[in-house]
């Protein structure tokens, strides 16, 4: 006499279902770590410029440390033309950071 064992029929496609939602977790956990890349390198961007910004500042101020005798050349009133002694390090920063 042979004995067949055979899952219950309240059990079919269990398997199934368990493998598509397993699917659907990895799909969304995939999705999550691309959106974790696409902020960390817009981050970076903007680390980079930051960066760049202090630099270019803290080159200022060691120019204007070196010229302490001419400090009041280096005043630029917020409108018109900029001052010749800034003009050199304007251009740098046009050039090394965005607008």
């Known amino acids: 006499m042979r004995i067949h064992s055979k899952a219950p029929k309240r059990q079919d496609g269990v ?16 999705l999550a770590v691309v959106g974790l890349q696409a902020v960390s390198i817009r981050n970076v ?6 960066t760049e910004a202090a630099f270019l500042a803290n080159n200022l101020l060691s120019q204007m ?5 001419n400090i009041a050349s280096y005043a630029y009133p917020g ?6 002694r800034l ?4 251009g740098q920063v046009n ?3 965005p607008a």
Do not use: Y
Not at 18 to 29: D, W, Y
């Open 95 to 97: 050039a090394r950071l």
């Open 87 to 90: 003009t050199g390090w304007v």
């Open 79 to 84: 409108s018109g033309g900029v001052p010749t």
């Open 15 to 30: 398997m199934l279902l368990e493998a598509l939602i397993a699917i659907l977790i990895f799909s969304i956990g995939i």
């Open 45 to 50: 961007t903007d680390a980079k410029h930051r």
């Open 65 to 69: 440390w070196t010229d302490a005798g």
